[in-house]
């Protein structure tokens, strides 16, 4: 709870994925990979409660040690075509009907983002509410040179190469997905995860590592095994 508004963090984890098998639990570095987003949510001093909605029995057992309540969603809701945005609504409807439990705020977890900075979700959340925003999304500065393949031929889609900006003016923002902060009324009255004031935060460059195919979870995994979470302060759970 911040500022006497009550505050839950959804995180969708179906069991079907493409690029990586089982991917939500799969082992990185002596963790289930959704142990690190469970993990990072109930360091949080601000979140009260702790949601994982899941079609699987295995991802709601391993969430469920971790610390995590579950709730199941249905079929309709876990195919490769249906945004994730739909399935924290109904964990939103489930919350609060069957569970009666009333709050205002969602954070909104992605599963496969295991690297985050320490505190860095406490500091968003109090500028989200601070400012009253309907959303606060993680960001890093980005700076495109898009291009697109036409058959054989390559053209620019983000930028004109002939006249190309000097990078350090550029002032493009990146979304990096690990986490959106957003108002509950706001979530279900546009049945998405933006509402109309919306700011992102700086996030630290580790948030942009999002794992969906196998080489990314290799290099996160080799990341994990230097020096780099220590050094830039990510959290990552304790070693059993």
């Known amino acids: 709870m911040y500022k006497g508004k009550k505050i839950v963090a959804i995180i969708p984890a179906r069991k079907r994925s493409k690029g990586i098998k089982n991917k939500n639990i799969k082992i990185l570095c002596g963790h289930p990979l959704i142990s690190y987003s469970i993990n990072y949510a109930k360091k949080s001093k601000f979140i009260d409660r702790v949601f994982v909605t899941t079609d699987s029995v295995k991802i709601a057992n391993i969430s469920k040690k ?16 249906v945004m ?93 997905g690990s986490y959106y902060i957003t108002k509950k009324d706001i979530f279900i009255k546009f049945k998405n995860r933006f509402g109309k004031k919306v700011q992102c935060f700086n996030s630290d460059i580790h948030s942009a590592l999002e794992i969906d195919e196998l080489n990314e979870f290799k290099y996160v995994s080799y990341l994990l095994n230097t020096s780099i979470p220590k050094k830039f302060n990510i959290l990552i759970p304790k070693k059993n």
């Open 66 to 81: 971790l610390g995590a309540e579950i709730i199941f969603r249905p079929k309709k809701l876990c195919n490769d075509v």
């Open 84 to 176: 994730s945005d739909y399935a924290v609504v109904h964990a939103i409807k489930y919350i609060e009907n069957n569970l009666k439990y009333k709050f205002d705020y969602i954070v909104f977890l992605q599963p496969t983002t295991p690297l985050r900075k320490k505190g860095e979700i406490d500091d968003a959340i109090i500028l989200g509410i601070t400012k009253k925003l309907d959303t606060v999304f993680s960001s890093t500065n980005y700076k495109p040179f898009l291009w697109k393949k036409f058959k054989n031929t390559l053209k620019p889609t983000s930028f004109n190469p002939y006249k190309r900006k000097r990078r350090q003016i550029d002032s493009n923002i990146n979304e990096t």
